[in-house]
């Protein structure tokens, strides 16, 4: 019986839970974060989005990027048939970010990616504290 080769993805149970996977990859925002020395630097792709469909706030230390966008594309043939197909896409993604100066924070949204520019605070390395332990 084992004259055909088995193919991984195609195991039942299997398959469903990888296509879900893949379903939920495909619609997830891709965002890069990047370490430089004076500030983080954000991209996050939203092809298809406007500006204007696009929130970020920063609080308590957590940084925030939600886009939502509705289409609608209405087809009308000789006044008895409609169509009409709505789409809807909305992401949230959210970050942990600490130090950071709030106030000089910088955005803009060229080409369907959103760029961040988020200045780190001065930042003092202390010493610490040993802890003796009773």
Not at 11 to 22: I, S, Y
Request: no cysteine; aromatic share 8%.
């Amino acid at each position: 019986m084992n004259l055909l080769p088995k193919n991984d993805w195609l195991d039942g149970e299997d398959l469903v839970g990888k296509l879900m996977n893949t379903f939920w990859d495909d619609r997830k925002m891709s965002v890069d974060i990047r370490d430089l020395d004076d500030h983080y630097e954000v991209k996050a792709d939203l092809p298809g989005f406007d500006k204007s469909e696009i929130s970020v706030h920063y609080n308590n230390d957590i940084l925030s990027i939600d886009a939502e966008h509705t289409a609608e594309n209405e087809v009308k043939d000789d006044g008895r048939f409609v169509r009409r197909e709505r789409s809807s896409s909305a992401y949230h993604r959210q970050f942990a970010v600490k130090d950071i100066i709030e106030e000089k924070i910088n955005a803009k949204f060229e080409n369907g990616v959103l760029t961040l520019i988020l200045p780190k605070a001065e930042y003092e390395e202390r010493k610490g504290k040993a802890i003796t332990i009773d």
